[in-house]
């Protein structure tokens, strides 16, 4: 009897989904996973939650019941977890191979290894993103906007506040 109360609101869901939930729900979903691949300062979780919950809302409207609600935020939590995942296993992530108590004899920055060290961009740096050194993933700020793929230098640390320059930028300073 359970199984058929579920595969009813299945069916329903479907069913009776107009093509402008369908799109908006897709939306949604794509903005919210697009930030965890390509960080967007929170623009694409902002904007990818209000498209969402809109089409929630479109859907609600047109005469669901609570179990196509459900439904609803089931499948958007099964989407955006496997995206974490997947981003996850794509990405090395440093703060899984080091403690987040590390420090040394002064409790100077645990980063301040980094100095110097030149890594290349896995995101847009603009003004956060991804650089990797040594296969190793780490999240950076620069004051300026870098592209993908560009060669950057470490040039101070403050916290866990990583912060880079293109190395052409580097170079022109010496």
């Not at 897709?26 to 697009?34: E, K, R």
């Not at 987040?100 to 995101?123: F, K, M, N, P, Q």
């Not at 190793?136 to 906007?145: G, K, P, R």
Request: aromatic residues 10%; proline residues 2%; charged residues 15%.
């Amino acid at each position: 009897m359970f199984v058929n109360s579920i595969g009813n609101e299945i069916a329903a869901l479907f069913a009776n989904m107009t093509a402008s939930v369908v799109v908006l729900f897709a939306l949604g979903l794509i903005l919210i996973i697009a930030e965890f691949f390509r960080p967007m300062r929170g623009l694409g979780y902002g904007c990818g939650a209000a498209v969402l919950a809109c089409s929630i809302v479109l859907r609600m409207l047109s005469g669901a019941s609570a179990g196509t609600l459900f439904l609803m935020l089931f499948i958007s939590a099964f989407f955006l977890f496997g995206a974490h995942l997947l981003m996850i296993a794509l990405h090395k992530r440093e703060w899984l191979l080091v403690s987040s108590g590390i420090t040394d004899e002064e409790g100077a920055d645990r980063y301040s290894y980094l100095i110097g060290l030149r890594g290349v961009t896995t995101t847009a740096v603009a003004p956060s993103g991804h650089m990797s050194i040594n296969d190793i993933n780490f999240y950076v700020t620069s004051e300026t906007a870098i592209d993908v793929g560009v060669e950057v230098v470490v040039k101070n640390v403050s916290g866990d506040r990583i912060i880079v320059v293109p190395a052409s930028d580097e170079e022109l300073q010496e």
